[in-house]
């Protein structure tokens, strides 16, 4: 069969393709059917790759019986641990952790339900609640009524607010489920609205697939989280956060946004545009609102604090084709254990093209001991501030570049700076994505 195949795709060329092409379409529709019939080289590729891989010598699977639990049990560590690490602390009041003695809780909302019994589970004492009180959307239940007094009656409140994804149908999100509102539905709203009056705290989690304006309801609630579709394991380590078992360590992988009007919000905007606008620049956002995002790219808090300092770049001047160094101190100065995720961006200054203001290059996840620290050390390829210049290839440009690292996008503690010498360089392909990390325990 080997060589039946390679005589096929040997006779198969450009020219006779092209041929091939052009008599199909002046062809009859039945003749057509002798055409589409014939071995075409989509279909030779892989047959002649199974055939010398001797695939087809065993065509049968084992009749050996599959184990399909032993194989599960091997995803519930890295599916839990995933699940923690996505949880992102937006804001916190001094609410959270809640204590585990806490006797009464209620959980209201429409994603009530999926966390009741992880709550059972952890704190099994307490008097748990379940009321949701509203769906989703609109076209959902709706028993305002008995979710405001059940949280009339605890001692806090847990409100599991979010979307719900879906397949060709009306939910949240889902394809195609685009929509002109990105704020929370507004059965939600109304409802913290009600709950929050009542004067329980409250804790707010947002479950959602899609960058969702929290504005409506972030001031009533005096501690909010958000994540995203989590898993199987999502409702353990929501209640494991809550409950101050995980410390949370999530960062937003988007920017989310203060309004449908303020779209797009994102970290990586041009010099010079956005909400990043020097200050000279008469223009810095709306009449209305703010044009910065409640919480930007990177954003997320922890139940502890980290101090950044000792920022190192070496060396000050660097050639095209060479890498430079950038290392600093994180110390862990709060009283638990918790990690950090330090994030390095670089903003290019070269006047070729304008570029992007702020540039993730890097990031790294450092876990610590109250009081302890480490030194995190980046190695940054030249290459990862190529471009595309005027005539379509990747350059890298001469110039100055600004080094800043902090906790997010718009938490930066530490900036320094390099130069890029020499003459502008092709890079033909020579691209780097992320910078590689150390982390060294002191």
């Known amino acids: 069969m080997n060589d039946r195949v390679g005589k096929l795709l040997e ?12 008599s199909m379409l002046s062809q009859e529709p039945r003749d057509l059917y002798e055409v589409y019939t014939r071995p075409s080289e989509a279909a030779i590729k892989p047959a002649g790759s199974t055939s010398a891989l001797s695939l087809f010598d065993q065509p049968y699977v084992s009749e050996n019986p599959v184990t399909p639990l032993s194989v599960a049990r091997e995803g519930v560590e890295p599916a839990d641990r995933l699940a923690r690490q996505s949880i992102v602390l937006l804001h916190n009041d001094e609410l959270l952790p809640l204590s585990r003695q806490v006797a009464r809780i209620a959980i209201v909302g429409p994603q009530a339900e999926s966390l009741a019994d992880a709550v059972r589970r952890l704190v099994p004492h307490a008097e748990v609640t379940v009321v949701p009180g509203f769906g989703v959307t609109e076209a959902d239940p709706a028993g305002p009524a008995a979710a405001v007094e059940a949280a009339r009656n605890a001692e806090v409140v847990v409100v599991a607010l979010g979307g719900r994804g879906g397949w060709f149908s009306p939910d949240t999100e889902g394809e ?6 990105i704020d929370l539905p507004a059965v939600q709203v109304e409802l913290v609205k009600a709950v929050t009056a009542t004067g329980t705290p409250a804790v707010g989690i947002v479950r959602t697939g899609r960058p969702v304006a929290l504005t409506a309801v972030a001031e009533d609630l005096p ?12 409702a353990d380590a929501l209640v494991d956060v809550l409950f101050g078992e995980v410390n949370p360590s999530g960062k937003l992988p988007v920017s989310l946004p ?10 990586g905007q041009l010099r010079g545009s956005g909400y990043r606008r020097a200050a000279t620049v008469s223009h810095k956002g709306y009449l209305d609102l703010p044009s910065t995002p409640p919480y930007c790219f990177g954003h997320g808090l922890s139940y502890t604090t980290f101090d950044y300092r000792d920022l190192a770049v070496a060396p000050q001047r660097v050639e095209p084709g060479a890498a430079i160094a950038i290392s600093l101190t994180v110390t862990n100065t709060g009283g638990r254990a918790g990690t950090e995720v330090v994030q390095l961006y670089l903003s290019d200054h070269a006047t070729g093209i304008t570029r992007t203001a702020r540039e993730l290059a890097g990031f790294a996840r450092v876990s610590l001991d109250p009081g302890a620290s480490a030194r995190v050390e980046f190695t940054v390829e030249l290459s990862r501030l190529g471009h595309l210049g005027r005539d379509g290839d990747l350059v890298l440009e001469p110039g100055p570049v600004e080094v800043q690292a902090g906790a997010s996008s718009d938490d930066i503690r530490l900036t320094g700076a390099f130069e890029v010498a020499g003459e502008a360089a092709r890079l033909a392909g020579r691209r780097s994505c992320l910078s590689a990390a150390a982390i060294r325990h002191l």
């Open 11 to 22: 006779q198969m060329t450009v020219e006779e393709k092209a041929q091939q092409l052009t």
């Open 223 to 234: 501690a909010l989280l958000h994540t995203a579709y989590g898993g199987p394991r999502a």
């Open 258 to 267: 203060r309004h449908a009007g303020r779209v797009p919000t994102h970290s």
């Open 176 to 181: 195609p489920g685009d929509t002109a509102n």
